[in-house]
């Protein structure tokens, strides 16, 4: 795939285009067979409520099978494609970046840490409650003078809802809540990855040494505190590759690398290939 084949970011107008800036959500029903070979991003964040289905969902490079009472969860600046079954009965809601980020504030943990997870299956009482919150945000899109009060507040309950189905299945979560160090860690790194890749200066703004933030990452993430970083850079170096039409070289400078050739090297050590085999130019 050549650099000047790369999908744009698409934002809510591409979807309906009389929408008035970004301050409205859409609904949207897929039923039977649908295709994204190539990857994209959004800039606003996607529930998914599958109700049946099959198929394969990749959010940022990861391959989810789709089957019937999940929930799929798509942010801002993930990329992700898909090949869904003609048996697919989904409801989908698209929510502008400015409407979400004014109740997501407002739960238990930042949406951020739900991007290791945005596969959740569900039992069959929480399917049917978030499908009755969906069906009730169509009625009220459907009235001929929509209240976005009620609209919001129907949203904020949903995102409630999947969290706490989240916390309870996924065994990071808990380990966040005993450890708040951690996801402000967490945190930190996803903000400021492209300019700051020592492990030191993290710890400085945690107010702990680099040795105890390092043994807190190895004991709960089983990972290295570098680690955290370096799969983050490569993260973003994989999105840039896949979804943008920058060069392999504005890519690395983008991420803080002032050397292509120690990019590349980076990124080969991280994937086992190269950004331009990445990318598909090779």
């Known amino acids: 795939m050549k650099a000047k084949d790369q999908f744009p970011i698409l934002g809510l107008n591409a979807f309906r285009p009389a929408l008035e800036g970004d301050s409205r959500l859409l609904y ?21 409520l599958m109700e049946q289905g099959s198929g394969i969902h990749a959010i940022d490079f990861v391959d989810y099978a789709v089957t019937g009472q999940q929930i799929h969860l798509l942010f801002p600046d993930q990329v992700h494609r898909w090949e869904l079954g003609a048996d697919t009965m989904a409801y989908q809601l698209m929510i502008s970046r400015r409407i979400f980020e004014t109740f997501s504030s ?66 990071d979560m808990l380990i966040y809540q005993a450890k708040p160090v951690l996801f402000k860690y967490h945190a930190l790194v996803d903000a400021a990855f492209k300019e ?51 060069s392999v070289k504005e890519i690395a400078f983008e991420l803080g690398f002032h050397d292509l050739a120690y990019f590349s090297n980076f990124l080969k050590s991280q994937t086992g ?3 331009r085999e990445f990318r598909g130019e090779l």
């Not at 949207?28 to 998914?48: A, T």
């Not at 703004?205 to 955290?228: E, F, G, V, W």
């Not at 970083?229 to 979804?243: H, M, P």
Request: glycine residues 2%.
């Open 28 to 48: 949207h029903e897929i039923q039977g067979s649908r295709l994204i070979e190539k990857p994209h991003k959004h800039d606003f964040f996607v529930f998914l």
């Open 106 to 171: 407002s739960l238990h943990f930042s949406f951020l840490l739900y991007q290791n997870h945005p596969v959740i299956h569900l039992a069959p009482g929480i399917f049917q409650q978030l499908l009755y919150e969906f069906k009730a945000i169509q009625q009220e899109l459907g009235r001929g003078t929509i209240d976005w009060d009620i609209i919001h507040l129907r949203s904020q309950l949903i995102a409630q809802l999947v969290c706490r189905e989240a916390e309870n299945k996924f065994d």
């Open 196 to 246: 700051q890749k020592s492990v030191s200066f993290y710890a400085d703004q945690l107010h702990i040494t680099p040795n105890y933030l390092n043994i807190l990452c190895k004991r709960h993430l089983h990972m290295t505190a570098t680690s955290l970083i370096q799969n983050r850079v490569t993260l973003e170096a994989k999105r840039l590759l896949r979804a943008s039409d920058k």
């Open 273 to 275: 290939i190269s950004p």
